[in-house]
């Protein structure tokens, strides 16, 4: 048993992403927040004013041994426009970018391996805007946005 295992994205707003890996056998558990700004303990509002550089995330917990990491990988590239610049739809600004937020080298390696293959395999007409970074503090949102399409019915 190797225990479990901590991953962190960013694709646009939170709600939808956090619903499907919730999808995802494997996945123990998923909850948004807000991680790679600049503002201890943000909130909602000030990170959606742009004032915090956070970005709306998803931090997974989830079971190695039932899904990997790479696998994770593959429906974070599927569940969003990775070639979308501080945007999805019509959501805009820095907090809806596209992130992958790392948790060791291992994570580091295959993020930007997945990443160049992705940019290889031709399935995007643009550059793929996605960044690659090490996981710093993970805020966790307002318990209202926990299981947000969940609760709405959606």
Same mark, same amino acid.
């Given at each position: %048993? %190797?225990?479990?295992?901590?991953?962190?994205? &960013?694709?646009?707003?939170?709600?939808?992403?956090?619903?499907? =890996? +919730? !999808?995802?056998?494997? /996945?123990?558990? *998923?909850? /948004?927040?807000?991680?790679?700004?600049? /503002?201890?303990?943000?909130?909602? @509002?000030?990170?959606?004013?742009?004032?915090?550089?956070?970005?709306?995330?998803? @931090?997974?917990?989830?079971?190695?041994?039932?899904?990997?990491?790479?696998?994770?990988?593959? &429906?974070?590239? +599927? $569940?969003?426009?990775?070639?979308?610049?501080?945007?999805?739809? #019509?959501? $805009?600004?820095?907090?809806?970018?596209? *992130?992958?937020?790392?948790?060791?080298? !291992?994570?580091?390696?295959? &993020?930007?391996?997945?990443? @160049?293959?992705?940019?290889?395999?031709? @399935? =995007?007409? &643009?550059?793929?805007?996605?960044?690659? +970074? #090490? *996981?710093? #503090?993970?805020?966790?949102?307002?318990?209202?946005?926990?299981?947000?399409?969940?609760?709405?019915?959606?």
């Amino acid at each position: %048993m %190797m225990g479990e295992k901590t991953a962190t994205f &960013a694709a646009g707003c939170f709600w939808g992403p956090e619903a499907r =890996f +919730r !999808e995802l056998e494997g /996945v123990l558990d *998923a909850e /948004v927040g807000y991680t790679g700004g600049t /503002v201890d303990d943000p909130d909602y @509002r000030s990170v959606c004013a742009g004032d915090t550089g956070h970005a709306e995330a998803v @931090r997974l917990t989830y079971d190695p041994e039932r899904i990997g990491y790479d696998e994770l990988l593959e &429906a974070f590239w +599927r $569940m969003h426009d990775p070639t979308q610049r501080n945007r999805q739809g #019509p959501d $805009m600004g820095s907090q809806y970018r596209s *992130a992958i937020f790392t948790h060791d080298a !291992e994570q580091q390696e295959a &993020a930007e391996r997945s990443k @160049r293959g992705l940019e290889a395999s031709g @399935r =995007f007409d &643009a550059p793929i805007a996605t960044e690659i +970074r #090490p *996981a710093g #503090p993970f805020w966790r949102a307002e318990e209202y946005h926990q299981r947000y399409l969940e609760k709405s019915g959606r």
